[in-house]
């Protein structure tokens, strides 16, 4: 019995190490990495190429976000006229402009408990029946 075992671990063992050197890859240019295992790229270069493609993903993320929340704040903003304080709206009015509903910068809670969404120092209240009491942040006035 412990023959067979010893027998077909050395076969996995023998199938398996080709294998993992195999599937080794620079993860940038795909040439096959020799050495340490846990290594990903063959050399500096690639591996700058790849932290450098991953740095400009994240400031994409960031910029569309950032991109959204202004937008978000100039929908409200353009809502809002100079001697107004607070206008209602419908939800879907202000899909239509383009506003994305799960972008804010900060929420502001009243005592009675009312949750304000803000976009920097524009904000909305939503009220019922898909409603929404567009509001200009404190720090503007
Ligand atoms: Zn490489």
Redesign the pocket.
């Known amino acids: 019995m412990s023959f067979f075992y010893d027998f077909f671990l050395y076969l996995y063992l023998d199938n398996r190490q080709p294998m993992t050197n195999l599937l080794k890859e ?1 993860l ?2 795909g ?1 096959p990495l020799k050495g340490r295992s846990d290594k990903k ?3 500096d270069y ?1 591996r700058n190429v790849y932290n450098n493609q991953a740095k400009a993903v994240d400031n994409g993320i960031i910029r569309n976000i950032n991109n959204a929340l202004k937008k978000n704040r100039q929908i409200l903003a353009s809502l809002i006229e100079t001697e107004k304080i607070t206008v209602r709206i419908h939800r879907d009015q202000l899909v239509n402009l383009g506003f994305q509903f799960k972008w804010h910068t900060h929420l502001y809670t009243t005592q009675k408990g009312a949750t304000y969404y803000f976009c920097y120092d524009y904000g909305y209240l939503p009220t019922s029946g898909d409603g929404c009491l567009v509001v200009r942040g404190k720090e503007t006035r």
Do not use: E, G, T
């Open positions: 620079c940038v240019c040439k790229f063959c050399n690639c």
